[in-house]
């Protein structure tokens, strides 16, 4: 069974940083790009950044500069580099991964369960 497991949430001041770890387990054969989304209470889920197997990077308006996506292939793990956090980044984030479970079969989608970020003084 393929699982995906966030860690690295938690409670930071407004400015600080916090670094989001996601590893992906199970039998995998690649994963072609992996990224974030997250959901504030109230709001609607919404994407936060991608990176793909060759590193191409793709992110929201709203984190550009601040967030900085990257990924080990060796360990099927992405990270999520959150600096000069504001208030409103505050939500639960959501790992996900666009994934070949084995050799020439489709892509398949699958989704973390999420890691908590709380941003207040």
């Known amino acids: 069974q393929v699982q995906l497991v966030e860690s690295g949430g938690g409670l930071v001041q407004p400015g600080g940083s916090l670094r989001l770890s996601c590893a992906a387990s199970?039998?995998?054969?690649?994963?072609?790009?992996m990224g974030w989304y997250r959901q504030a209470p109230g709001k609607q889920r919404e994407f936060v950044a991608t990176?793909?197997?060759?590193?191409?990077?793709t992110y929201a308006d709203s984190v550009k500069g601040r967030f900085t996506i990257s990924r080990d292939n060796a360990k099927n793990t992405v990270y999520l580099q959150m600096n000069s956090l504001k208030p409103e980044d505050t939500a639960v984030y959501l790992c996900?991964?666009?994934?070949?479970?084995?050799?020439?079969?489709?892509?398949?989608?699958?989704w973390g369960k999420g890691a908590l970020v709380t941003v207040s003084p």
């Open positions: 996900n991964a666009d994934l070949m479970l084995k050799a020439g079969w489709p892509l398949a989608m699958y």
């Open positions: 199970g039998s995998i054969f690649s994963i072609r790009a």
């Open positions: 990176i793909t197997d060759g590193s191409a990077t």
